[in-house]
T-cell receptor
Framework: GNSVTQMEGPVTLSEEAFLTINCTYT??????LFWYVQYPGEGLQLLLKATKADDKGSNKGFEATYRKETTSFHLEKGSVQVSDSAVYFCALSEMTGGFKTIFGAGTRLFVKA | NAGVTQTPKFQVLKTGQSMTLQCAQD?????MYWYRQDPGMGLRLIYYSASEGTTDKGEVPNGYNVSRLNKREFSLRLESAAPSQTSVYFC????????????FGPGTRLTVL
């Protein structure tokens, strides 16, 4: 079945460091890909998305490119801030009844001042 | 717009007690979902409803029942709570189409003693 694998955390960085969180997927067909972010005590919220190969999603300085040849959707940010500390989830959306979403296990990011 | 709302925010039950978690959305979305989030396991789908009047099992349905009361509301019931059901529960909804992301409620933190 479809699945999402993302790097284990926690990831600890200093402010202004470069961030990469790796995400790979297995899927039949052509899923949509998403990154969600969860701040402490809150539900998940969409960070960015991409719907086809070579699409680049971007938001708040984060970006990720849909790579079909490597089945990857790595999240990057050039300069992280303390306020980026959160848990990040990679996800894919299946085109089956109800458009179920498959989530990775999540990667916790800590950014130190 | 309130988005997705959930009640209660916190609940403590004794083993064997029953309760219903409520969820409502005001975005006119067709699809609604119930997830549980446990440390290190990401989000696991319990049940989903692709449209009003339909419900389907997800990855971990045992011990739960759901009701899609109308287009807005989707409730999750624990008939006889067990300690293994201690978790954070999230409700989500989604509009039609491959492009659409899920919108999450703030979660219910449930402890079963």
């Amino acid at each position: 079945g479809n699945s999402v694998t993302q790097m284990e955390g926690p990831v600890t960085l200093s402010e202004e460091a470069f961030l990469t969180i790796n995400c790979t997927y297995t899927a039949t067909g052509y899923p949509s890909l998403f990154w969600y972010v969860q701040y402490p005590g809150e539900g998940l919220q969409l960070l960015l998305k991409a719907t086809k190969a070579d699409d680049k999603g971007s938001n708040k300085g984060f970006e990720a490119t849909y790579r079909k040849e490597t089945t990857s959707f790595h999240l990057e940010k050039g300069s992280v801030q303390v306020s980026d500390s959160a848990v990040y989830f990679c996800a894919l959306s299946e085109m089956t009844g109800g458009f179920k979403t498959i989530f990775g296990a999540g990667t916790r990011l800590f950014v130190k001042a | 717009n309130a988005g997705v709302t959930q009640t209660p925010k916190f609940q403590v039950l004794k083993t064997g007690q029953s309760m219903t978690l409520q969820c409502a959305q005001d975005m006119n979305h067709n699809s609604m979902y119930w997830y549980r989030q446990d440390p290190g396991m990401g989000l696991r789908l319990i049940y989903y409803s692709a449209s009003e009047g339909t419900t389907d099992k997800g990855e971990v349905p045992n011990g739960y029942n759901v009701s899609r009361l109308n287009k807005r509301e989707f409730s999750l019931r624990l008939e006889s709570a067990a300690p293994s059901q201690t978790s954070v529960y999230f409700c989500a909804s989604r509009g039609q189409g491959k492009l659409n992301e899920q919108f999450f409620g703030p979660g219910t933190r449930l402890t079963v003693l």
